[in-house]
């Protein structure tokens, strides 16, 4: 598993090596080793669903979040290839890119709070520079904001990790769990300390009431740098986290069940409602991706296999089709030079693939089927339902109705709507934006229609530790 971690960092140091020529590969390093990571972590989720479970190996969670990870690096860096022509700033990114990866999978395969803390803010670092890499008055205040933001992030986190060492003895997701399901005098306090990374991790989540840095955040932020923020970063440092914590620690906790609802039903409507309302393409993507992020929430606080399953298939099935959007995003403004929705109209005719490729993703995101997107959120909705919350099992059904609104409304505008004035002629984005926009399309495509033809033994890889 080290590999994973080790194996970047060990490229992001060789292709910094003071060797004529050897920097400039460090673009195609990060390509590559994304690419490798996503062929080797989708074999073992296939392995893991036949029963071959490989001792050492990440389990069904920690698989999905490889594979995740490795197909967001690909669309993120196949998009900044595009985006960013100078050869010493796409060696930088390079750079960068491998150490981010790193800082991802560390986060995923981490055994214990501490060493999840450690690659947190390892990976912060370097997407704090990636949200202001064009060195812009917005992109440099947006990862100001981000890093004051992600600074009370980290005293919540290292609030709880200490008062956890001091009552316990232990960080370790299992000593943890341990301690609370021993009971006792220490088990308020070990409660408190969960509740502290809890806070720390809805702010790295972006979730409401915590979301003030995220939409300045994805808007602000270099294009490409928006895909790999809305794809896999506030996935993986806020959510899939909150789900490790959440399951080791929490387990079937009737109040932080409660928590959990509150924070994400309020994310999914009034998220949802903020996007109805914005100009700025990025901008809106942003609040649609904390209202979908309020869905996984809403799985995780049913408490159920069920639901816990349907949050982490939310979890790709957003980082595809949201990431396929901000790619689109990124196609617009190379080629128009604003993410302006009403300076937008018109360009279905100059850019038909864009356009094709956006219907499939907002039909995801709304939950349509056969599209990926309808599956994971009809899971999570009847975990809800079976739970006994009817209520906002219809709320959330609601909530995919406005989303499939404002997403709708975005693609008539921009892809549909004759304007009153011809648009400026424009022509379709090269390949190095077309190519992953078609690799994210189809993965849209083919998770809705194979996911209902998978084993039973899918879901039951997906949630072998809950409770």
Same mark, same amino acid.
């Given at each position: 598993?080290?590999?994973?971690?080790?194996?970047?960092?060990?490229?992001?140091?060789?292709?910094?090596?003071?060797?004529?020529?050897?920097?400039?590969?460090?673009?195609?390093?990060?390509?590559?080793?994304?690419?490798?990571?996503?062929?080797?972590?989708?074999? /073992?989720?296939?392995?893991? /669903?036949?029963?071959?479970?490989?001792?050492?190996?990440?389990?069904?969670?920690?698989?999905?979040?490889?594979?995740?990870?490795?197909?967001?690096?690909?669309?993120?860096?196949?998009?900044?290839?595009?985006?960013?022509?100078?050869?010493?700033?796409?060696?930088?990114?390079?750079?960068?890119?491998?150490?981010?990866?790193?800082? =991802?999978?560390?986060?995923?395969?981490?055994?214990?709070?501490?060493?999840?803390?450690?690659?947190?803010?390892?990976?912060?670092?370097?997407?704090?520079?990636? =949200?202001?890499?064009?060195?812009?008055?917005?992109?440099?205040?947006? #990862?100001?904001?981000?890093?004051?933001?992600?600074?009370?992030?980290?005293?919540?986190?290292?609030?709880?990790?200490?008062?956890?060492?001091?009552?316990?003895? #232990?960080?370790?997701?299992?000593?943890?769990?341990?301690?609370?399901?021993?009971?006792?005098?220490?088990?308020?306090?070990?409660?408190?300390?969960?509740?502290?990374?809890?806070?720390?991790?809805?702010?790295?989540?972006?979730?409401?009431?915590?979301?003030?840095?995220?939409?300045?955040?994805?808007?602000?932020?270099?294009?490409?740098?928006?895909?790999?923020?809305?794809?896999?970063?506030?996935?993986?440092?806020?959510?899939?986290?909150?789900?490790?914590?959440?399951?080791?620690?929490?387990?079937?906790?009737? /109040?932080?069940?409660?928590?959990?609802?509150?924070?994400?039903?309020?994310?999914?409507?009034?998220?949802?409602?903020?996007?109805?309302?914005?100009?700025?393409?990025?901008?809106?993507?942003?609040?649609?991706?904390?209202?979908?992020?309020?869905?996984?929430?809403?799985?995780?606080?049913?408490?159920?296999?069920?639901?816990? &399953?349907?949050?982490?298939?939310?979890?790709?099935?957003?980082?595809?089709?949201?990431?396929?959007?901000?790619?689109?995003?990124?196609?617009?403004?190379?080629?128009?030079?604003?993410?302006?929705?009403?300076?937008?109209?018109?360009?279905?005719?100059?850019?038909?693939?864009?356009? &094709?490729?956006?219907?499939?993703?907002?039909?995801?995101?709304?939950?349509?089927?056969?599209?990926?997107?309808?599956?994971?959120?009809?899971?999570?909705?009847?975990?809800?339902?079976?739970?006994?919350?009817?209520?906002?099992?219809?709320?959330?059904?609601?909530? #995919?109705?406005?989303?499939?609104?404002?997403?709708?409304?975005?693609?008539?505008?921009?892809?549909?709507?004759?304007?009153?004035?011809?648009?400026?002629?424009?022509?379709?984005?090269?390949?190095?934006?077309?190519?992953?926009?078609?690799?994210?399309?189809?993965?849209?495509?083919?998770?809705?229609?194979?996911?209902?033809?998978?084993?039973?033994?899918?879901?039951?890889?997906?949630?072998?530790?809950?409770?």
């Amino acid at each position: 598993m080290n590999g994973y971690i080790l194996l970047p960092l060990a490229a992001a140091l060789v292709v910094n090596l003071p060797v004529p020529g050897v920097r400039r590969a460090a673009w195609h390093t990060a390509l590559i080793a994304a690419c490798v990571q996503g062929i080797v972590a989708a074999a /073992m989720l296939a392995d893991r /669903m036949r029963g071959v479970v490989l001792r050492g190996f990440p389990d069904g969670l920690s698989s999905v979040m490889l594979l995740t990870a490795g197909l967001v690096f690909v669309a993120g860096l196949l998009t900044a290839r595009a985006c960013v022509s100078e050869s010493n700033r796409q060696s930088l990114l390079g750079s960068l890119a491998l150490l981010g990866l790193a800082g =991802i999978n560390g986060i995923v395969l981490a055994t214990d709070l501490f060493t999840m803390y450690v690659y947190l803010e390892a990976a912060a670092v370097v997407f704090f520079v990636f =949200i202001a890499f064009d060195r812009d008055s917005g992109g440099l205040e947006a #990862s100001f904001k981000y890093l004051l933001l992600s600074g009370v992030a980290t005293v919540f986190l290292l609030t709880g990790i200490g008062i956890l060492l001091l009552a316990t003895g #232990s960080t370790s997701f299992d000593g943890v769990s341990a301690a609370v399901s021993a009971g006792g005098r220490d088990r308020n306090i070990v409660l408190l300390a969960a509740a502290c990374i809890v806070c720390g991790l809805l702010v790295k989540a972006g979730l409401m009431p915590f979301h003030g840095w995220l939409p300045d955040a994805y808007s602000a932020a270099p294009s490409w740098a928006s895909v790999l923020l809305a794809g896999i970063v506030t996935k993986t440092a806020g959510i899939y986290t909150l789900v490790r914590v959440s399951v080791a620690i929490f387990g079937a906790e009737k /109040m932080a069940a409660e928590v959990f609802l509150v924070v994400g039903i309020v994310s999914v409507v009034a998220a949802a409602v903020a996007a109805l309302g914005q100009r700025n393409l990025k901008r809106m993507l942003a609040y649609s991706s904390i209202s979908q992020v309020g869905y996984i929430v809403l799985g995780l606080a049913a408490g159920t296999p069920l639901g816990i &399953a349907g949050a982490i298939v939310h979890i790709f099935n957003h980082a595809v089709f949201k990431s396929l959007l901000f790619v689109n995003a990124a196609a617009l403004e190379h080629q128009a030079g604003t993410c302006d929705i009403p300076s937008l109209a018109g360009r279905g005719r100059q850019m038909p693939v864009t356009g &094709a490729t956006s219907v499939l993703a907002v039909l995801s995101a709304a939950g349509i089927p056969p599209l990926g997107g309808f599956w994971s959120k009809l899971l999570i909705v009847m975990a809800l339902w079976s739970a006994g919350w009817h209520a906002l099992a219809v709320v959330a059904v609601g909530a #995919s109705v406005l989303t499939l609104g404002y997403l709708l409304v975005f693609n008539r505008q921009v892809f549909f709507a004759v304007p009153k004035e011809p648009p400026p002629a424009m022509a379709e984005t090269g390949a190095d934006i077309l190519v992953p926009a078609l690799i994210l399309a189809a993965v849209v495509v083919g998770v809705g229609l194979v996911f209902p033809l998978l084993p039973e033994s899918f879901l039951l890889t997906l949630t072998e530790h809950a409770p």
